[in-house]
C-alpha cells in the first residue's frame, strides 16, 4: 500500500442528491445530538456510492453538514482503503489475493484482470469501464479464489473464467454471481457428503443424551465476577 | 479511594484516578515515553511505555492503564509492578527496535540532536550492533505548517502529540494524521498552515525531529547554548521564559513550567521575536543636526538635552513610557520627570482609560489559575486569542473541563471555544447591567461569574464610560465576591487584560498625568500631549520606548528618544539614547495580574547601549537633578519601599476584598459613543511592538497567517 494523497485533478463541486441527502440524515439521526459526527463514514460511503470515488469537494462538503474540521474527515477518507480516492471504472473489480485466494490461484486472476483492464491497479481502462485492485480476504475463503464486481461477488475462479466475467460484462450481459462452478453457497463440489441423513433435520426427534444439569451450566470462569467493569466514558470529551 | 501498589519492590498508596505511570513516577521510577504528555489526552500508541504487572501475561501499557483497574493479587496482597525487570526491558527494547526500523539516521545534521527523546531513550533502550532489518527505510513527503514549523516528517515516529495539542490544547484543529499503519501521515489540510498563535510549541511536544523551529532551523546545538531565565514582555501575561544565548546572540527562546502563568507553553511572538533582537537596534547615541541624525557621544547627546531641558519651562515637557519598559526605569523617568516638575506623563500610549485608584481597579484580579474556577464569562472589547494567547488556552481549558458559559462583547472573532456573540455595539452593557440581558441572569446564577475588558474597550473615547459600567455589572451581578481565593472561597472576577508589559507597573508607579490642583490645570495624558505638541504648547518630549504613537501629526517638539530599536519613536527623534532590550537588562515586570517577576539579563546590550535606569540616572546628573540611587540594587530598593510587593517576587496579590467607595467611584457615568462599534486592541498579533516589528519571522507570519488572502488577491 502507498500513501493515499488525494486525486490530483477533482471536480468543482459537489451535492448529495435529494434521495442520497435523505439517506445522510437517516444516518445522521441515529446519532445522539451533537455527535452527528459519527456518521462520517455512512455518509462518504453514501457519496462514493453517487459519485463513484471520494472527492476533495465532497470532503469538505460532508465536514460541513457534520460539523468537522476537514481534517478530520479527511483522516477517514485516507484510512479506509475502500474509499476510493481516484476515479474508478464502472465496474471496479476487487480482486482477494489473501492467503487462501492466493493458494487456490488468485495470481491468475490477478493476471487476467491485468490482461483485461488495465497493467496496474488503480487504473481505468481504456474504455472507462473498469478497473480493478488487489484487497485483503472478502470473506469466501471456501470458495476461494474469489473477486467482488461492485457488489456481486463471483467465487470458484480461474484465470480463464474471469476473463469470461469480465468479456461478458464488458458486452453488457450481468453473469450470475456466486459460485461459478455450480455449487450451491459452499457446499461441496457436487452437493453434500455429510450431514446427509433426512433424519438429522427431522424437528420431532430431540437430543437422546442426559441434558447438562444446572451447576455445569452455570459454571462460570474463576474470577469473573471479581473483576471490575469500566465506566463507560462519554465520546470525543475532548473536541 | 487511594489504592496499595508494590512498585519495584516499593510500597506505596497511588490515588485511584492516576494512571500507572503516573503511580510509578510517584515510586520514584522513570517511564519513558514518546506518545504520553501529562497536559494531553492519553493515546497509547508509542508502547514505551510499558511495564511487568506480575500475573498478567502481557506488559502492560502504563500510561493508558489506571490505578483503578488494577486489581490486587488472589492472596489480597498489593499487585505488583515491575518497571525494570527484563521482561520490561525486553519489551522496550522490542518498541525501540520497531521505531528505528522506519526512523532515519541523520542524527549529525538533526536540529533535534542533544535533545531528543528518541536519541536519549535509544541510549537506554536501543540494541547497539543488532539489527535484522534490511529493507528500506520510508520516507514521507515533507508538509508545510506555516511560516515557524519546519517539517522532516521521514523522522515522525506518529505519537499524535502536536495533533492532540492542535485539537485539545490550541483549539485550531488544523492538524491531523491520514493514512494508517506505515503510510500514516501528520499533515495540515492540503498544505495549510497551522494557524494557531500556539503554533511554535508543536516543536517543543515533538520527541523527534519532525517538527522542529524553522527560524532557528540549523543554527545552533543545545549544548552550545547557554540558558538564563527571563519573562516574556510580548503581551502582559509575564509567561515565563528561558532565553538562550550564544557568544552575544539570542539563538532561541523556549517557555519555562510555571503552573500558574503559561503551564508550560508560550505564544508564538514570544518564542519568536529573537531575530528583532538583533536587527534595527540603536548601538550609539545620535543626535538630529541640519535635519539629519548622526552619531554622537553620550555627552554630547546628554548636552543637547540639558540645553533644551533648561530652554523649556516644565509645563511645556512631557514624558511617555512605551510598552516593554521593566519597573525600574519606570521610577527612574517618574522620579527624574518629578524632580523636574513635569505634570505631563502617561504610560498609556494606546488611550486605555484605566489608572488611578488601587491596583484591583485595573489588574486581572481573578489570577490565571483562577479562570480554571469560573463558570461564567463576559468578554467586553478583548480578544484574549491575540491579547494573551496562553491566557486564551487557559480560559479554554476551563471551557473544555467545566461549566463555562462565554460571551463576548465586541468584534466576532473564533476564539476556540464558542462565545455567544452580544454585538459590537456598546449599549449591550446597559442591558446587562441593569439586568434585562439573558447573559446577565447567567452571570447572576453563575457561582463565580468573571468579566474581561479588554483594550478594545478601554481604548476609546467613551474608555471611563465603559469602564464605568463594567464596574455596575460587577456590582451587580456578583462579579465582586467575597476576599480570599478562589480556594478560600473568595471571588473577584473583575479583570482588565492588558497588553502592554510595562503597563501594571507604570501604572503602580503612577505614571499618569498629575491630577489638577487649584495651582494648576492638572497633566495631559497622551492625547493631550499629541494635541499639544501639535498645537506647539508641548515643546519637548521624552520617549522611553514609545513607539505606537501618532508622531506624524505632532509638529515639530524636541523629541527625545530612549530605546533600544529604530522604529517609529527614533525616525522623529532629535536625540536618540540607545538602552536595552530585555534580554539585555535585569528587570522587573508586574504581568497583568499584579504578580511581579524578575527577567534577567542573557547578553550585555550592543554597542554603547546602556540599562536604560542606568542611561536616566546619568542624564539626571548633567540636568542637575541627581537620582538618589548608583546601583540596581538601591534602586531596587527604593522601589520596594514605594511598592512593596515589588519585593514580593512570583507572588499574586491575594484579593482584600471589596471597597464600595471604589468600585462605585471607577470610571465616570455618561454616555456612550454609541455609533461607534467596539474594536479591537491588537490590529496585528504578529507586530504589536518593537521589538516584533523588527524581526523578520514576525513579518513572515504576518505576510503568510493573517494576510495570505490579500496577498493571493495581489498576486491575480
Redesign the interface.
Known sequence: MTARRLHEEQPAGFAFSEENMARVNQWIAKFPPGRQRSAVISALWIGQEQEGWVTKPMIEEVAKLLDMPYIRVLEVATFYTMFHLKPVGRHHVQVCTTTPCWLRGSDDVVKACKKHISDKPHSVSADGEFSWEEVECLGACVNAPMVLINSDPYEDLTGEKTEEILEAIRRGETPKPGSQIGRHASEPEGGPTTLTERALYDPTLRHSGPSLSDDEAKNVTPGVEQREAPTQKPPGAAT | MPRKLIIDGKEIEAEDNLTLLQACEQAGAEIPRFCYHERL?VAGNCRMCLVEWVGAPKPQASCSLQV??I?PNKDGTPARINTDSPVVRKAREGVMEFLLINHPLDCPICDQGGECDLQDQAMGYGRAAFHRFHENKRA??DKYMGPLIKTQMTRCIQCTRCV?FA??IAGV???????????M?I????EKAFSSELSGNVVDLCPVGALTSKPYSYTSRPWELKHTESIDIMDAQGCNIRVDTRGRAVMRILPRLNDDINEEWLHDKGRHIWDGLGRQRLDRPYVRKNGKLVPASWSDAFAVIAARVKATTPDRMAAIVGDLAAAEEIKALKDLMTRLGVPHLDCRQDGAKIGGGPRPAYLFNTTITGVEAADALLLIGCNPRWEAPVLNARIRKAW?NGPLKIASVGAPVDLTYPAEQLGTGVDVLNALADGSHPFAEVLRNAKRPMLILGGGALARPDGAVILHHAARIARETGIIGPAGTPAEGGWIGFNVLHTAASRVAALDLGFLPAPASEESPGGRDVAGIVEGAQKGEINFIYLLGADELPLENMGRPFVVYQGSHGDTGANYADVILPGAAFTEKDGLYANFEGRVQEAQRAVFPPGEAREDWAILRALSDVLGQKLPYDTLADLRRALVADLPQYGRLGQVPVWEGADPAVWNALGTDGVFTADVPMGQAIADYYLTNPIARASKVMADCSRELLHSDENKQAAE
Open positions: 489526552s483503578k483497574d486489581f514521507v513527503e492532540r485539537t485539545e484543529p488544523d492538524l491531523g494524521a491520514t493514512g494508517r499503519g506505515e503510510d501521515e499533515t495540515t489540510y492540503l473544555l
